[in-house]
Nanobody, 124 residues
């Protein structure tokens, strides 16, 4: 079983940047993909970005392409989401998730372990 813990959320103005991080433990980190999801008030949780087990392949939702970057450090067991050009509509709780396999995709069922989430608020 994998445990994941997010950190780094906060309040930022529109157009600003924020980095959220996730630390994983409990299973060899370099053997599974990781993903970030988010849930805005009153909306369903949605996929944001994913990265495969080596970090060589990344996958983004259309609404964050060109603005967000996912990366991982297999030596430190961490995965980060760098968020630039933030918009008020990016306001949400951001969740880190550990995939069941080596490849990431946008389906929640592909992820077996979830963090508690970290709040990101973008003011206009």
């Amino acid at each position: 079983q994998v445990q994941v813990v997010e950190s780094g959320g906060g309040l930022v103005q529109s157009g600003g940047s924020l980095r959220v991080s996730c630390a994983a433990s409990g299973r060899t980190f370099s053997t599974y993909a990781m993903g970030w999801f988010r849930q805005a008030p009153g909306k369903e949780r949605e996929f944001v970005a994913g990265i495969n087990w080596t970090g060589s392949s990344t996958y983004y939702a259309d609404f964050v392409k060109g603005r967000f970057t996912i990366s991982r450090d297999n030596a430190k067991n961490t995965v980060d989401l760098q968020m630039n050009s933030l918009k008020p509509e990016d306001t949400a709780v951001y969740y880190c998730a550990a995939a069941r396999g080596k490849y990431s995709d946008r389906y929640e069922s592909s992820y077996g372990s979830w963090g508690q989430g970290t709040q990101v608020t973008v003011s206009s």
